[in-house]
């Protein structure tokens, strides 16, 4: 099945420094790659996804970019704000026609931002 | 208001004692699922439904069971809980058979004694 790694698994970045997180998954079929947010004591709420068929997706201060070839994708945070201070997911996952696809997620970047 | 409910928020429990984790969203989804979050080890997905009376294996799903009777619910049992499930449960729905936004409860908190 699919793997999907991540990492660092902590990041602590001075307020107003780019952030970035990586991540790799093994499953060539791959073609769906969502980024959660998880506050501390909340659940993950979706921040940005990318599909296969682009190579970057940008929102504001967000930004996400694909490799195929090298089956890795990163998230990309500027001007980093203290608000930002979170858990991050990676994930990955397959469309089936017809199915359910199963969404694998990677063990999760806990960002800092300090003042 | 457009949710995903779980009930109960907090449980604590001793081994072999039957519990039941209850999931409802009122979107009109699809897609419901189960996952684990433990401590380095990130969102581990349980089981997964695509529709009614349909469901499938995750990740990690010994020791759990679920239904899916109706399209707003998706219970979680454990029919004989042991430690090792101590774990922050979370159901999720989606529109888009898993590929679109996932709308997460507010999870729930197990500890089995």
């Known amino acids: 099945g699919e793997n999907v790694e991540q990492h660092p698994s902590t990041l602590s970045v001075q307020e107003g420094d780019s952030a970035v997180i990586k991540c790799t998954y093994s499953d060539s079929a791959s073609n769906y790659f969502p980024w959660y947010k998880q506050e501390l004591g909340k659940r993950p709420q979706l921040i940005i996804d990318i599909r296969s068929n682009v190579g970057e997706k940008k929102d504001q201060r967000i930004a996400v970019t694909l490799n195929k070839t090298a089956k890795h994708f990163s998230l990309h945070i500027t001007e980093t704000q203290p608000e930002d201070s979170a858990v991050y997911f990676c994930a990955a996952s397959i469309l089936h026609t017809g199915t359910a696809s199963k969404l694998t997620f990677g063990t999760g970047t806990r960002l800092q931002v300090t003042l | 208001e457009a949710q995903v409910t779980q009930n109960p928020r907090y449980l604590i429990t001793v081994t072999g004692k039957k519990l039941t984790v209850t999931c409802s969203q009122n979107m009109n989804h699809e897609y419901m699922s189960w996952y684990r979050q433990d401590p380095g080890l990130g969102l581990r997905q349980i089981y997964y439904?695509?529709?009614?009376?349909?469901?499938d294996k995750g990740d990690v799903p010994e020791g759990y069971k679920v239904s899916r009777k109706e399209k707003r619910n998706f219970p979680l049992i454990l029919e004989s809980p042991s430690p090792n499930q101590t774990s922050l449960y979370f159901c999720?729905?989606?529109?888009?058979?898993?590929?679109?936004?996932?709308?997460f409860g507010e999870g729930s908190r197990l500890t089995v004694l």
């Open positions: 439904s695509m529709n009614v009376e349909v469901t």
């Open positions: 999720a729905s989606s529109l888009d058979r898993g590929t679109g936004e996932l709308f």
